[in-house]
């Protein structure tokens, strides 16, 4: 029999009244006197005890698979920090705070059971640090400031590995007294694993969370499925060096991974920043003000990589970063692509060295077809709805569309260049071309295949069917659009190759990702243009292209190159006769009257060997 769950968004609006039972510390925490807050008992996702254990939880379920719905996801998403607990969790009662991490003991070792890929390493444990950071080596030195990564002295120097959203000397601050959220202060870590087979309502909602957060907050996320997750809460703590009356001057932020072994994605949540500087970075022993601020970024280890997040970090900017995320909608919220590089899923209000021209550009994917037709989608500057943008591949300008503040999309023109190009994104037609990156354009057939075939068939002369195949999230999320399919020649008559069209296949079919026909009922045309053509490709395309950003949007799926005899026989047959051995007998021909290549080397100095 399935559970009834009370209302969500009822509770939401009313609250509920909760009597908290004592317990023990000295910053007010847990005061016997009821109150009107946010959190509720009957949702994981916003209650103070810790979900049971996963055995507990499959014994409670009892054969129930919890399903979640859009308006449940919306409340749940409407949250800028992800669930951390203080009751529950085992016999000590106290969820995720880690009571071993203190003061005078400021790092603990957790172990993962599963791979962490980082920075092009892979880690199955990590080290939880009061300091706010995670780190994967030895625990870094906070010494001389401003801190520089990665460390120039290494090995003469430990370079530590590490996950930073606030790297500074911190300690457990103090709560005011007048706090909604009574959870005492300190440092709180959940692990949460193999969340794909996961049934129970804690395991679905977190899952349906992270894979929406992460889809529409950063680029090429749009098929990531979160397998593990790790929460990590620094709440309500104060800079180091400061005075009794400085305890309450307090910081709370959060680091959530996400990962699925492959691709690992880090989301940076600042709920509260009173205080920037510890005292051994200059900072006041008052307020925690001036000096040099928290290194905000990432840290690859062993001399070799660092990103750090400008113009936040180590900045007096850095207070802006409670205002310029804007990930899903949150002005706090920051993420990353952190598992080879680190690329900000957020735009940047502001250039902050215009003189080195270091405005990196995030773009996904970060290849496509030399043929043109790959959906790129980039973050860099900070778009509006009504802007006007263009991206520049190399040479070639093409119009964009904004999707939000954070993302805005091209789709990539055919340019016959192979390897790595510039592109440019222009803002209202500034032509700056400050905002830039390195894109890898791929032949046809280094290219992923996104259009396919049964090879066996493919390769036949006359075959009686063929089939086509291709991913129809590719092309659009819209499950009532058709699709038309193109055949195309390729040939280098000229001394720039050409792609010429030959005929259509069919044009307004589903976008169901197959389709299967008969050649023998379309090669029966008359094409003279495409007589000497031999070698092809086909392509799928939106029958109707969507304008979904106020500008046309047209994507292209290529095929790798085929050969078109399938298609083209019956007009060699009809114009040579015994078709195979004259094509043969031309490519000789061809062949020989091509310039020889050696006769294009220059040799600068001749070499006589005599016996």
Not at 84 to 104: C, E, T
Not at 123 to 141: K, R
Not at 233 to 251: D, P, S, V
Request: proline residues 6%; hydrophobic residues 35%; contains cysteine.
């Amino acid at each position: 029999m399935k559970r009834r769950r009370t209302s969500i968004n009822v509770l939401w609006i009313i609250g509920i009244l909760i009597k908290f039972s004592n317990v023990s510390g000295s910053d007010g925490y847990g005061e016997e006197d009821a109150e009107v807050i946010q959190f509720r008992a009957d949702d994981p996702m916003f209650s103070r005890v810790a979900p049971p254990s996963i055995n507990e939880r499959e014994r409670q379920m009892g054969g129930y698979n919890y399903t979640i719905n859009e308006g449940t996801l919306r409340v749940i998403r409407s949250e800028l920090l992800y669930p951390f607990y203080d009751q529950g969790g085992g016999k000590d009662n106290v969820g995720d705070y880690q009571l071993a991490i203190k003061d005078n003991s400021p790092q603990i070792t957790k172990s993962l059971n599963f791979l962490l890929p980082f920075f092009g390493f892979g880690f199955n444990y990590t080290w939880v640090s009061i300091h706010g950071y995670i780190g994967f080596s030895d625990g870094p030195e906070l010494s001389d400031y401003p801190l520089r990564f990665p460390v120039e002295n290494y090995p003469n120097q430990s370079d530590p590995s590490f996950i930073g959203p606030f790297y500074s000397k911190c300690k457990i601050g103090e709560l005011n007294g007048d706090e909604v959220d009574r959870r005492r202060s300190g440092v709180y870590f959940r692990l949460e694993q193999n969340l794909l087979g996961r049934v129970d309502q804690f395991g679905v909602e977190l899952r349906e969370r992270l894979r929406w957060d992460i889809r529409e907050g950063i680029v090429g996320a749009d098929w990531f499925e979160p397998r593990h997750a790790v929460i990590v809460t620094w709440k309500n703590l104060t800079f180091g060096g400061g005075t009794i009356h400085a305890r309450k001057t307090t910081n709370t932020f959060q680091l959530v991974l996400a990962t699925d072994e492959t691709r690992t994605y880090a989301i940076f949540n600042y709920k509260e920043l009173r205080w920037t500087s510890n005292t051994e970075a200059g900072g006041s022993s008052e307020d925690g003000t001036l000096g040099t601020p928290a290194f905000i970024g990432f840290n690859a280890g062993n001399g070799t990589r660092a990103f750090e997040y400008k113009p936040y970090s180590q900045s007096p900017k850095i207070q802006n970063i409670m205002t310029s995320g804007n990930v899903n909608g949150f002005p706090s919220r920051h993420i990353f692509r952190i598992d080879e590089k680190i690329m900000p899923g957020q735009c940047i209000a502001e250039l902050y060295d215009v003189a080195s021209h270091l405005q990196r550009l995030s773009f996904a994917p970060e290849s496509g077809n030399m043929l043109g037709g790959t959906i790129v989608n980039v973050t860099g500057p900070c778009f509006k709805q009504d802007m006007r943008i263009n991206c520049r591949f190399n040479t070639i300008q093409v119009p964009g569309a904004v999707i939000d503040q954070n993302r805005a999309t091209c789709i990539m023109p055919r340019i016959f260049i192979t390897g790595y190009i510039d592109i440019f994104v222009e803002v209202e037609g500034s032509n700056d071309l400050l905002w830039k990156g390195k894109f890898f354009v791929e032949t046809p057939e280094q290219a992923p295949e996104l259009v396919s075939f049964n090879r066996q068939e493919i390769l036949e002369t006359q075959p009686t069917q063929l089939t086509v195949q291709w991913d129809t999230r590719n092309l659009t999320m819209d499950q009532t659009a058709s699709v038309s399919i193109t055949l195309w020649g390729y040939r280098e008559s000229t001394i720039n190759p050409q792609i010429v069209f030959i005929d259509s296949i069919v044009v307004g079919v589903p976008n169901n990702g197959r389709y299967t026909f008969n050649p023998q009922e379309i090669n029966n045309k008359n094409t003279p243009w495409a007589n000497e053509i031999q070698i092809g490709l086909v392509s799928v395309n939106l029958t109707n292209p969507s304008d979904p950003f106020g500008t046309a949007f047209q994507p292209v799926l290529w095929s790798r190159p085929i050969p078109l005899a399938w298609y083209m026989w019956p007009q060699w047959e009809t114009r040579r006769g015994r078709w195979e051995e004259r094509l043969c007998e031309e490519w000789i021909v061809q062949d020989r009257l091509l310039k020889n290549y050696a006769a294009d080397v220059r040799f600068v100095n001749q070499i006589v060997f005599i016996r």
